[in-house]
């Protein structure tokens, strides 16, 4: 869990939590530490909402957002009340200005806060290590399309890489460029071979 600025110019408007895997936190440097608004406040919480304590997270909802860092994925818990200000402000602190913040209702925002499209669309890339395929297909919502192949697969499934477009018609005809293009190595359907060209174009992403 970590605290973040409701407000990151005005420290009186006090703080809220938001929460990332440890493994994303390693992985992307997401800095666990207080925001510094915490810690000058601290000489006179008087004026701060609950006199300067920070929110407890307890059993209370959170609202969950996805981040796409240049088709690299972060799971986002949010509390209710921060706004979407709030979280692309505290996010662009430590990740690209190129990142894109899709919110519980499907839609993209760029991190200046900028409505990008009503609903978000990827192309994905998911391994299959044990007979060494990639399926190239699109889903709206990745993370449920994931857990819906792991479900119907005794491998362990890992998504490689995602590329976000705007739109089902481009998503459709990325997916489809894509499979004409790698059309030699084609195993079955959604599936292709998992070979150095395919997982050179992936990487180059």
Not at 103 to 114: A, F, V
Not at 140 to 163: D, F, V
Request: hydrophobic share 35%; charged share 20%; proline share 5%.
């Amino acid at each position: 869990m970590i605290y973040v600025d409701r407000d990151p110019n005005d420290p009186y408007q006090g703080w809220g939590w938001v929460e990332v895997t440890t493994e994303d936190a390693k992985r992307f440097g997401i800095p666990t530490g207080y925001p510094y608004t915490y810690l000058i406040s601290r000489s006179n919480p008087i004026n701060l909402p609950n006199n300067g304590n920070l929110p407890y997270r307890g059993k209370v909802g959170a609202k969950k957002f996805t981040l796409n860092l240049d088709g690299e994925l972060v799971t986002i818990r949010a509390q209710k009340s921060l706004t979407i200000p709030a979280i692309c402000a505290w996010i662009k602190t430590w990740a690209s200005p190129t990142a894109k913040l899709v919110t519980p209702g499907n839609r993209t925002h760029s991190l200046d806060g900028e409505k990008l499209s009503h609903q978000t669309h990827f192309v994905y890339f998911i391994l299959n290590e044990d007979s060494h395929a990639i399926k190239i297909g699109r889903a709206t919502n990745l993370a449920k399309r994931m857990r819906s192949l792991q479900t119907a697969s005794p491998a362990e499934l890992k998504l490689l890489k995602s590329i976000q477009v705007d739109g089902a018609k481009a998503a459709q005809a990325l997916e489809q460029s894509l499979h004409r293009q790698f059309s030699d190595i084609r195993l079955t359907g959604e599936w292709f071979k998992a070979e150095a060209d395919l997982l050179q174009y992936i990487s180059q992403l």
